[in-house]
């Protein structure tokens, strides 16, 4: 549950389109918005080697 305590809330502008997709993909995927968008961000962190290898998927083991 410390995850949730280390979450910081950031405004965000975005292109309505961009926001109209990132919306449709998370309904596919059974996620709210805004954890749709913090898989992405997380997923593209990862795959650059910009995030740790522990920090990558804290609340989604299922496929590591």
């Given at each position: 549950?410390?995850?949730?305590s280390?979450?910081?809330?950031?405004?965000?502008?975005?292109?309505?389109?961009?926001?109209?997709?990132?919306?449709?993909?998370?309904?596919?995927?059974?996620?709210?918005?805004?954890?749709?968008?913090?898989?992405?961000?997380?997923?593209?962190?990862?795959?650059?080697?910009?995030?740790?290898?522990?920090?990558?998927?804290?609340?989604?083991?299922?496929?590591?």
């Amino acid at each position: 549950m410390s995850e949730k305590s280390d979450k910081k809330a950031y405004p965000l502008r975005i292109n309505a389109a961009v926001l109209a997709a990132m919306q449709s993909w998370a309904d596919d995927e059974l996620r709210s918005l805004n954890a749709q968008i913090e898989y992405v961000l997380r997923e593209a962190l990862r795959r650059n080697g910009r995030l740790p290898r522990a920090a990558a998927r804290p609340d989604e083991e299922e496929g590591a």
